[in-house]
């Protein structure tokens, strides 16, 4: 997609309403129209990319601080952040986007399953060389 057809890049040139709750050079946050519960925030970088691994590094310095502050002015005790890259990993939109959505309660706010593989001691060795080496 490119960022002409993007619904965040419009929303950060203005073309598209949002309920912004910050801005700075390098990213923008607002309220998410479908939330998860109250105060469900997105932080994106205001450089269009799909996937984490295709904005700059310098592009993504503010994000985590921009988290953190929302969670603190949310006042949210419990919360989730959320990154998802690639449509079987439940991205929905084709601009880096981060969640953070409080979890007030067991109803509202994200529910996940985390389905824990076993452990073969050899495999993971042989995995923590592979990704050490390619850092």
């Known amino acids: 997609m490119s960022s002409a057809a993007c619904i965040f890049c419009?929303?950060?040139?203005?073309?598209i309403p949002s309920l912004?709750?910050?801005e700075s050079d390098k990213v923008l946050a607002f309220l998410d129209?479908?939330?998860?519960?109250r105060g469900h925030a997105l932080v994106?970088?205001?450089?269009?990319?799909e996937k984490l691994t295709d904005i700059p590094d310098d592009a993504l310095t503010e994000i985590l601080p921009v988290?953190?502050?929302l969670v603190k002015a949310t006042g949210a005790e419990n919360y989730n952040v959320l990154q998802n890259n690639g449509r079987i990993a439940h991205q929905e939109v084709d601009h880096v986007h981060f969640h953070m959505i409080p979890k007030p309660n067991a109803e509202e706010g994200m529910s996940i399953g985390w389905p824990q593989q076993k452990t073969d001691f050899d495999k993971l060795n042989a995995l923590l060389a592979d990704i050490k080496a390619k850092m």
């Open 10 to 15: 419009k929303i950060v040139k203005g073309d």
């Open 20 to 22: 912004k709750l910050f």
């Open 33 to 37: 129209i479908n939330p998860l519960s």
């Open 44 to 49: 994106i970088p205001k450089h269009h990319g």
């Open 67 to 69: 988290v953190k502050k």
